[in-house]
């Protein structure tokens, strides 16, 4: 028996290899023709496409931002440790963590 198990353990060593190897030529060679090859031409479409919406003259300059106090006076931030956060959250009406709403459905 342990002939048998050598074989088969040696077999499956050996196609592992093989099939790695394989893998890191398809890896080495992306572009070509085959199915599972980058979309090379459909890369530069579109990388030549976003390199001519740069050039539009609204693309230059940076949006503005005006602050209207009476528009944007209900905005406040408030700086807090992420542990309080998370404990801030599971204790909000908002947060019900998975368990406790299947619970709360039957």
């Known amino acids: 028996a342990k002939p048998i198990w050598a074989g088969f353990i040696s077999f499956v060593v ?4 093989w099939s790695i190897h ?3 030529e398809e890896l080495e060679q992306p572009f070509g ?3 599972n090859d980058l979309p090379i031409h459909e890369m530069q479409r579109d990388l030549n496409k976003s390199l001519i919406d ?3 003259p609204m693309a230059r300059a940076p949006p503005q931002f005006k602050f209207v106090k009476e528009k944007h006076q209900l905005q406040e931030t408030k700086k807090m440790e992420l542990d309080d ?5 599971a204790k909000s009406k ?3 963590p998975d368990t406790e709403a299947k619970e709360a459905k039957m």
């Open 94 to 96: 908002r947060f019900v």
């Open 22 to 24: 394989f893998i890191g």
């Open 33 to 35: 023709d085959d199915a």
């Open 54 to 56: 740069l050039l539009h």
């Open 14 to 17: 050996i196609l592992a290899f």
């Open 85 to 89: 956060y998370i404990v801030a959250i």
